[in-house]
């Protein structure tokens, strides 16, 4: 089935380290997307890559850093500068024709 | 600025009534608009979308939608609500014209369905 994936789905790192978060899809999708979900606050865009070597900040990408290596991965590594990285963090996915973008089940992020 | 507001934070509604979950938009051009809904700790999954044409959108599970460019809106609608249906729901606008895909979020409405 295609489909993405994200690991691990809960995450929990002592204040100061940096994490890495995985997205990986087989959906052939060339654009990626990572967003943050904080209660009430809906989802917020943290980088997106519309093609593989390529990525953009968002609204929120200051404390975060991405790469894009390969056409099936994004992963996100939350940093010891992001001020509050515990969150809900979604990937998504899309062809670079449509809007339509196409999400992972998440991972929740606690930092202690 | 594209934007997108869900004036309902939490509604209630019996199983059985009908639901209507408002969305209004800001966006200068032609939108794209879509309706995802959430489970608890879970990743969104979308309902229905509205591209252009008929401005009255079906989607998954029942679920239909309205465009209405005069109002700006894009309310989300169900006939008869199942216990089921109990989850968070987000409206979203999307920007396609620089290719980049990026939607935009409503900060979504949560609902619960009473027996």
């Known amino acids: 089935d295609g489909g993405i994936t994200q690991s691990p789905k809960y995450l929990f790192r002592k204040e100061g380290q940096n994490v890495t978060l995985s997205c990986e899809q087989n959906l052939n999708h060339d654009a990626m997307y990572w967003y943050r979900q904080d209660p009430g606050q809906g989802l917020r865009l943290i980088y997106y890559s519309q093609i593989v070597n390529d990525f953009q900040k968002g609204d929120i990408a200051e404390g975060y850093s991405v790469s894009r290596e390969k056409k099936e991965s994004f992963p996100l590594t939350v940093t010891s500068a992001q001020k509050n990285p515990t969150a809900f963090y979604l990937c998504?996915?899309?062809?670079?024709?449509?809007?339509?973008?196409?999400f992972g089940p998440g991972t929740r992020l606690t930092v202690l | 600025a594209q934007s997108v507001t869900q004036p309902d934070i939490h509604i209630t509604v019996s199983e059985g009534a009908s639901l209507e979950l408002r969305c209004n938009y800001s966006?200068?051009?032609?939108?794209?608009l879509f309706w995802y809904v959430q489970s608890p700790g879970q990743g969104l999954q979308l309902l229905l979308k509205y591209f252009s044409g008929d401005t009255l959108v079906q989607g998954i599970k029942g679920f239909e939608a309205e465009f209405k460019r005069s109002q700006s809106s894009f309310n989300l609608r169900k006939p008869s609500v199942h216990w089921s249906d109990a989850a968070e729901y987000f409206c979203?606008?999307?920007?396609?014209?620089?290719?980049?895909?990026?939607?935009?979020f409503g900060t979504g409405t949560r609902l619960t369905v009473i027996p």
């Open positions: 966006y200068g051009a032609t939108p794209y």
């Open positions: 998504a996915s899309s062809q670079r024709e449509g809007s339509e973008q196409f």
């Open positions: 979203a606008v999307g920007e396609d014209q620089t290719g980049a895909n990026n939607l935009f």
